[in-house]
């Protein structure tokens, strides 16, 4: 068995307990690990690492990886106090409470950036990488698992790699990866994808062997998260974006089998995705980030041709159907590393659709993804702009209410910004859909507030429209002072409603 994962002799002898490879990781060292929405990212190592903390050991380090990771990585590094520098996603809840409450410095940045300003020196030299694999090939090449994201560049730049042989990953996984690694300007040359399935690269991380310092065998299987059932609120999100499409197709500005489909995290974008099963639409192909369940639902009714992204990011039952019918899927799917899945030259080309998730839109076009309250960080953007900002039409989906109906998703201001009106072109929420394209910022607020608004706002949101309006300037006009007392209102009260 182990013959087959590690295919070179003098590799052998480098397999440690994940004790001792952890002992290579020292106080001030910045780290680069693999895994992305959390999937393919080392759990042994940083497990017996969090030990040492716990036990007393004063140990502190700066953690990159791709984006979200699980618990025996992001879970066990941040209670025992061993992260304290994070970029550039997360998702974990001790890991959020840490950067909220200022013990963890976050700088939430696009994910297309990353592999860049690591290769720059901008978190300082990469000390240590460590990879969950698939195996090492012959020539000391690292298969990555069920995620690429920043692996090839870890793996470039460290001085020293551990790489976490996960047994519990299906060999079938071999072949699925394209691995190409940019130079940087002024040596970069275009990257020659000109279709989603179009492969570049290796099938695996090239790695000079000398650097592989601990191999460590484990079988824990990634935690993956459990999807929300889908509601009928996502069930209308995602059938309005259908009706749209299939518009578009109808005025010819969107071929019969739509063009590339990038799909954000979580519950909506896997409904929104999933609706597409039941849709007229057939040879669909995906250039995206996070393959979740929905895509698995596509394949399996034969509407997807390609589907290419940096991670598989299954559900714990999607997890089980992975694993069943992994020769199947494997033929799909195509995983880049996130410098090339997320890369705005890439999605410009090929006319990327991107579908992402708010927390709250305003009545111009501004998207606040990561701030609840304009301050306390939930997760992070992501991909959403490497996609947003190239895509050929942009969609963000929200619900209209939170907190059973005490927070509008639509509001005069967002209280943060991620995402631009100049980038966010259609804006859908259970309601209806708004179709920015072309629009004054005034014509922008008319549409939001009658097609996106939840009807218990929408008089408040007239009101305050009507109110601006009527000031000296027209063009995106604004009561600067009240333009963000819904919030210090909900804040104050617990509710946006006026009493
Ligand atoms: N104001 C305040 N809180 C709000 C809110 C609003 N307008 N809208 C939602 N929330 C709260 C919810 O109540 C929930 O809180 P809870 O965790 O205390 O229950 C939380 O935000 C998450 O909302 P939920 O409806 O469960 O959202 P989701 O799972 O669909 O995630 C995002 C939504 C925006 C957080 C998520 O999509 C995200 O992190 N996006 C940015 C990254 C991204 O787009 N990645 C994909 C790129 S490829």
């Known amino acids: 068995m182990i013959d087959n994962r590690i295919r070179r002799e003098d590799l052998k002898g480098k397999i440690v307990s994940a004790e001792e490879a952890a002992l290579l990781i020292k106080d001030g060292m910045t780290v680069a690990a693999s895994g992305f929405t959390p999937s393919g990212y080392p759990k042994a190592v940083p497990l017996a690492l969090a030990k040492r903390a716990e036990a007393g050991e004063q140990i502190g380090i700066t953690l990159l990886t791709g984006a979200s990771v699980g618990d025996e990585l992001d879970g066990a590094l941040s209670r025992a106090g061993v992260i304290k520098r994070r970029f550039p996603y997360q998702t974990h809840n001790d890991t959020r409470n840490g950067i909220n409450n200022g013990t963890i410095m976050y700088q939430d940045m696009h994910l297309s950036h990353l ?158 995705l999933g609706g597409l099963v039941k ?5 669909l192909t995906c250039y995206t980030e996070v393959i979740q369940d929905s895509m698995l639902d596509l394949i399996d009714a034969g509407k997807v041709t390609i589907a290419s992204g940096t991670s598989i990011t299954p559900s714990t ?132 507030i009658d097609k996106c608004a939840h009807p218990d706002y929408q008089p408040m949101l007239n009101d305050y429209f009507e109110r601006a309006l009527k000031t000296k300037t027209k063009h995106e006009p604004h009561l600067i002072g009240e333009a963000l007392s819904w919030h210090q209102r909900f804040l104050d009260t617990g509710s946006m409603k006026l009493k």
């Open 115 to 272: 592999p860049q300003y690591m290769s720059y020196g901008f978190f300082g030299n990469i000390d240590v990488a460590v990879v969950e694999a698939l195996a090492i090939t012959e020539d000391g090449g690292i298969i990555p698992t069920t995620s690429v994201g920043i692996s090839p560049t870890a793996v470039k730049l460290a001085d020293k790699v551990i790489v976490e042989i996960n047994t519990s990953q299906p060999m079938a996984l071999e072949g699925i990866h394209d691995i190409y690694i940019p130079e940087n300007p002024p040596y970069r040359k275009p990257i020659p994808i000109e279709k989603s399935g179009d492969r570049i690269g290796t099938t695996y991380i090239p790695c000079d062997p000398s650097k592989i310092a601990a191999i460590v065998v484990t079988d824990i299987t990634d935690k993956v998260r459990p999807l929300g059932p889908i509601d009928e609120d996502s069930e209308a999100i995602s059938n309005h974006i259908i009706e749209f499409l299939d518009y578009e197709v109808k005025k010819g500005r969107l071929p019969k089998n739509l063009l590339p489909l990038q799909s954000g995290v979580g519950s909506v974008a896997n409904a929104v």
């Open 279 to 283: 849709s007229p639409f057939t040879d």
């Open 317 to 448: 039952e999607g997890l089980v159907r992975l694993h069943k019918d992994i020769e199947k899927y494997a033929k799909y799917i195509i995983l880049r590393p996130q410098e090339i899945s997320n890369n705005p030259e890439v999605a410009r080309r090929l006319g990327v659709l991107s579908m992402n998730t708010a927390i709250e839109i305003d009545m111009y076009g501004h998207v606040n993804s990561t701030n609840i309250m304009g301050s306390r960080m939930m997760n992070g953007l992501g991909g959403s702009a490497d996609y947003t900002r190239n895509a050929y039409i942009s969609f963000y989906t929200t619900v209209s209410t939170a907190k059973n109906g005490d927070i509008s998703s639509i509001v005069p201001m967002v209280s943060h910004v991620d995402h631009t009106e100049h980038d966010v072109m259609v804006v859908v929420t259970e309601r209806g859909l708004a179709d920015l394209r072309g629009t004054a910022p005034v014509e922008r607020a008319r549409l939001i």
